[in-house]
């Protein structure tokens, strides 16, 4: 008994490997979790017709966890180290993973999967000789979910690389819903949001592993109060790891890219 | 807004179950739904009338069991009832715990059938 779901890819979101792309693509991804879930499903042969009851701990999965698993599985297996950028519009990602694709890409073999509603602008901004590069335009979904970036990801030759970026579709509400199998799940705040957004949007937040401040160069010249923004992003999200950073400046990057060095010591 | 894909998942499992123990009908199903999976129960039963047509758990009746949450204190070393939202305070130190014990399940518990 393999009770493998039926999973159809997402047809309307297209990929687009602008560098690096893979010699031939193939199905690259390692076991379905659904084994594990007929395994606690022991079976047990019995006549009689009369009512029987059964206590189980059957975990219930969408589609997409199941598929999320499978890339977990695929990644940890590879020994690569995936991170999920999740952010609203405009607060940095891009330009954040630009400037890591040169400062960091070079030592370390990094990739990229991007996703956007429409465009392949972002793809274009973070196309790299050293790095390999796909454009996920999703037709309209507001978020990435695990097929898109699998797909993404088969598009690309993996060869070599550490770690994979993927930056999410700009929203703050839809993309905490959806696992992508990523080991960290990197959410950014810039400081032209205001401070009370992990209040308001505390799903995202409280998924985090790391939550990164954006932008503080511009802090002061609007107002913004770091200290509060800090604060409301420890009520929302104790455990997480927080750096303030800004790509601009420069402040706060070596933080991020020795955060990105821990997470992948066997370079 | 998860509600069917969960049904469909739950109903899917119920059914493999009840072949591999040769039923033909299912009378009951138990869910255990923790109070942060952010899954509504209303929801679950709306999409169970839906999922569940023309199968062998059609008109089976479906019990939803809630999970209420709790969050552990590192530094009290105990568990703490969390009342609901996003933010936990621990109500002996008042500490905020980002370490849920409990609250998250979401799983098919029981089956009757025949
Ligand atoms: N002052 C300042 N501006 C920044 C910084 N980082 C990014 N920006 C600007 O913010 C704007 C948006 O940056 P992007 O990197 O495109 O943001 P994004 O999160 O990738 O946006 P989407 O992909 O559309 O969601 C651009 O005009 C950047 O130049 C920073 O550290 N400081
Ligand atoms: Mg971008
Ligand atoms: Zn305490």
Known sequence: ?267 | MHELGIMESAVDAALREARAHQASRIHRMVLRIGTLSGVEPDSLRFAFDVVTEGTAAAGAQLEVESVPARAWCAACAQEFGVESGFIYVCPHCGRLSGEVRQGHEMELSRLEMS
């Open chain 1, 1 to 267: 008994m393999n009770p493998t779901p039926e999973i159809t890819p997402a047809d309307e979101c297209q990929i687009h490997p602008l560098s690096g792309a893979a010699a031939r693509p193939g199905r690259l991804l390692s076991a379905p979790l659904a084994a594990e879930v007929s395994a606690t499903l022991a079976a047990g042969p019995d006549g009689g017709a009369a009512v029987r009851a059964v206590d189980l701990r059957v975990p219930l999965l969408e589609k997409n966890d199941i598929l999320a698993e499978r890339n977990r599985g695929y990644f940890l297996g590879r020994g690569l180290v995936a991170l999920n950028l999740v952010s609203s519009p405009g607060s940095g990602k891009t330009t954040l993973l630009e400037r890591t694709l040169d400062e960091f890409g070079r030592q370390t073999k990094c990739a990229v999967v991007v996703g956007d509603l429409e465009t392949d602008n972002d793809g274009l901004r973070l196309r790299r000789a050293h790095a390999p590069v796909a454009q996920i335009t999703t037709g309209g979904t507001c978020h990435l979910d695990a097929s898109m970036v699998a797909r993404g990801v088969e598009s690309l030759d993996l060869e070599g690389v550490k770690i994979l970026f993927i930056e999410n579709v700009g929203n703050l509400v839809c993309p905490a819903s959806f696992d992508l199998g990523e080991q960290v799940r990197v959410v950014l705040l810039s400081c032209t949001e205001g401070e009370d957004k992990p209040l308001k949007y505390p799903p995202i937040f409280k998924s985090a592993n790391l939550v990164l401040l954006t932008k503080v160069d511009i802090a002061d010249a609007l107002g913004f109060k770091r200290d509060v923004a800090v604060e409301n992003i420890r009520r929302i999200a104790p455990t997480a790891r927080l750096i303030q950073l800004s790509s601009r400046s420069g402040e706060g990057v070596a933080e991020w890219l020795d955060y990105l060095r821990s997470l992948n010591p066997q370079r």
